[in-house]
C-alpha cells in the first residue's frame, strides 16, 4: 500500500507551509504562502469605487490578475484567474460594499508543483489580512492519482508530471462555533467538507474521485489549522495595554 | 415599486414578465419549488439537442450542433507538420474556443470574450486527457511529419452550458474528420494529394492510404449542472446562469470515467451526495448523447 | 481540531476569530438585545465572523471584532483625515482612505451660509468627522461637532501628514493615552490630529521634531508599552547627542 515519493513523504503528507502577511508595504493587503519549494505571493487592492462593464454594480466585484513566474499570459493562466475569481467571490461578502472593486494579484514567485492550490491559500490570507468581508475562509488542496489508484497529497511538479490524474479541491476552513454540535450538518456531512471547487485533470473512476474528495477533506483539516495558527500570530497584539 | 422582501405579496397582482425581471431569483424559486421550470422542462432534463455533420464543405471534418438555442459550429482543418523532438511519432491538436459578438450581447466588439480563453483551455484539457484520441494515428513518418489538427469552435448562439456544446461539437467534428490523402514527393516531402487526381497519374503511393478515419476511444460527453439550495438544474439556459451561479460541470466518457469535475466556486457548496446526483445525470445524459451522435454519422453513411 | 464544545458565548470574548467563525448562539440567549459592531453579522440565530481579528465586547450588550487594516470603512461619528480631491457646487469631494470618496457639503461648517463658503484647494488636509455612512452610498461628512459648533474641526495648515493602518490609529487615540505619545509628550511640545482613517497629523516648530515623533509612532505598531517608552527614550537620545 505505502508508495515511494521521491522526498521520502508519505502519501498523505504535505510539504512545510508557511504563511506570512503584510509583507507588501504599499498593498492594502498581502500575503505569501509556500508549500515546499512552491511559492506565491497575492496583494490585494481595494476596495475602489465603480466596478467594470458586465459586472453586477448591485454587488462587490472581485478582479484576479495572474502574473506568472516569466514570460506572458496565456490560457492557462486566464484559466487560473477565472477559478481564483470565482472561487473567492463565493467565499466573500459582496453585498457590504456594493459597486466596488477588489482586485487580487497573484505572483508566482515559484513553481513546484500544487500552484493553483498554493495560489488560492494565499489570496485568501491576503483577502484576510485586507479586511475584506468573507463568509468563511477556504483552504485548497491538491489530490493526485498514482497508476496503481493510489492517492497522494500535495504533489511536486515532478510528482505531477507521472501521474494518472489529479484533482483541486478547495474546501472552508473548519470553524470554530458556539453552537451545540450537529447543528452545522448540511445533509449529513459538515460544512468544512462541502466543495467550493473542485478541478480535475486525467481519467479516474468515479470512486477514484470520492476517494480524493474523502483525503482532500482530511488534509483540508489541517490546512485550516495552520490558515488560524499563522492569523493569529501575526494580528498586531495590541499588548501596550497589559 | 416594492422592495425585494415585499416581492411574495406582488406576485399576485404583477404581470409574469414584470416579476421575472424584477425578482428573477424569486421567479426561478417559485418554479422550482414545484419542480419545473419556465421553459417546461423537468429540472433534470436536458433540452433538445440537434447534431449536423458536416456542416463545412471545405474542412477535413465538421458539425454544427444545438443544444436548446446554444449553438456551435466545430470545424477541423488538417496540416502536415515536423513533429517535434520530444514526440517524434506524434500528431498534434490544437483547439480554440471563438467567441464572436454575435453569440451574446455581453460580448462587444472589439473586446474578446472572458470565457473564450477558459472554455479554450478546459475544451484543450477534456480532449486530449480523454485520451479520446490516439496522437501516434496522426503520425504520418516518423520523425518527419505528422498531421497537426486545428480545430476551431466557433460559437454561434451563447445561451448557457456552452462548454457541453462546445465539446459536443468538437467530438462529432473528430468522427466526421476525413484525413486527405497525401503521398511523398522526389524532395521526400509530403504534399496533399487532391481527391479529384487521376489515379493513373501518381507515381507515388500515398502514405496513409488506409488510414482514413481515426479510431475515437471512449468518447467524452458533459452535462453542466445549477446547484441552487437543494435543487439541482440540469443543463442552464444563459438566464438560470446569470441568475443561479454555481455550475458544476461534468465530464464522462463512453465508459464512465470521470474526464473532469469542474466546480469554480459558486455560494452553494457540493456535498458528497450532489456530487453523486450530478453524476448519476451525466451518465445519463451521456447515453442520450452517445446516441444522437450514433444516429448523426449512421445517418451520414447511409448518404 | 482543538474545536472545544463551548457554550457561553463569553468564550470566545478577547480571543482571535477568523472570518466563519460562530461567535453567539442567540437562541441560547434569553431576551437579550445585543449591539454588534464591525466584523459581525447575523444569520438567523447565529452570530458569525467576518474578518479576522479580535473579539471584543464592552458591558451591557455590545459586541465588535478588532482589526486593523490599510483601507478605511466609514462609520458613523469617526474622526478621520481627508484630503479634499476637487471642489463641486454643493460639496467638496474628500478622500477619507475608503472604497468612495466622501461628500462635504459646502454648508457644513460653523455658520456656514452660502455667502462664506470656504474655500479649500485640492489636496487640503481636513480633520473631519463622518455624519452619514450608509451602503451605496458616498459617506457624508462635516466640519462641525454634534452641535453645529466647528470645535476643532476644519483644514490642518503646515506639519505633516503620514499614513498608517487603522489599528494603530486606534491605538493612539485610546485612554489612557498611549505609551508613545506620553513618552514623547514628555520631552517634545508638538500638535497632533489623529484620524480613525489611518492618517496620523503632526506639527511642531522645528522639523526634527516632526520628524522624530513621525518615525517614533510608525515603530510603534509593533511594539509593547514598555518597548514604545524605550524606543522614544532610544531615539531622544540620539538627537541630544
Known sequence: MEIDRDDGRTPNQLRPLACSRNILHRAHGSASWSQGDTKVLAAVYGPKAGTKKNENPEKACIEVIWKPKTGQIGK?????EMILKRTLQSISILTINRNTTTSVIIQVVHDDGSLLTCAINAACAALVDAGIPMKHLAVAICCCLTEGGYVILDPTKLEEQKMKGFAYLVFPNSI???????????????????????VTHGLMSVEEYLNCLERGRAASAKLSDFLRKSIKLQLPTDSFKS | ??????????????????????????????????????????????????????????????ALTKIGSTTMLAAIKMEVMTPSTDSPDEGCIAIDFHMPPICSPIVRPGRPAEAAPVVSKQLSDTILSSGMIDLKELSLVSGKAAWMAYLDIY????????????????????????????SLNDDGKI????????????????????????TLRSLPFSLTCILHKNYILADPTAEEESIMETLVTVVLDSSSRLVSFYKPGGPVLAYTSAVQDCVALTRQRVKELQK???????GMEID | MEDKPSTSPMSFVDQIVVPGDVVIDLSTMTNQTIKLGGGLRQESDAISVMKAGKLRFSKPNKYWVESSQKRYLPCVEDTVLGIVVDSKAENFLVDIKGPALAFLPVLAFEGGTRRNIPKFEGGTLLYVRVVKANPGMNPELSCTDASGKAAEFGALKDGYMFECSTGLSRMLLSSPTCPVLEALGNKLSFEIAVGLNGRVWVNATSPSTVIIVANAIMNSETLSGVQQKIMVEKLLQKIQT
Do not use: W
Not at chain 2, 292 to 298: F, G, N, P, R, T
Open chain 1, 76 to 80: 492557462l493562466e486566464k484559466e487560473y
Open chain 1, 176 to 198: 470554530h462555533s458556539v453552537l451545540p454540535e450537529g447543528s452545522l450538518l448540511v445533509e449529513g456531512e459538515a460544512v468544512e467538507h462541502g466543495i467550493i471547487t473542485s
Open chain 2, 1 to 62: 415599486m416594492g422592495l425585494p422582501n415585499v416581492s411574495g405579496d406582488l406576485s399576485a397582482e404583477m404581470e409574469v414578465d414584470a416579476f421575472r425581471r424584477l425578482f428573477p431569483l424569486r421567479f426561478y424559486e417559485r418554479h422550482l419549488a414545484d419542480s419545473i421550470r419556465p421553459d417546461a422542462r423537468p429540472l433534470g432534463r436536458a433540452r433538445d439537442t440537434t447534431m449536423a455533420l458536416g456542416a463545412v464543405a471545405s474542412a477535413d471534418g465538421s
Open chain 2, 155 to 182: 460559437c454561434l448562439d451563447a445561451d448557457g452550458a456552452l462548454f457541453d456544446c462546445a465539446l459536443l461539437s468538437a467530438v462529432a467534428a473528430f468522427s466526421n474528420l476525413q484525413i486527405p490523402v497525401v
Open chain 2, 191 to 214: 504534399v496533399v494529394v487532391s481527391e479529384e487526381g487521376e489515379e493513373g497519374k501518381l507515381e507515388k503511393e500515398p502514405v496513409n492510404k488506409e488510414k482514413r478515419k481515426l
Open chain 2, 292 to 298: 444522437i451522435l450514433d444516429e448523426a454519422v449512421s
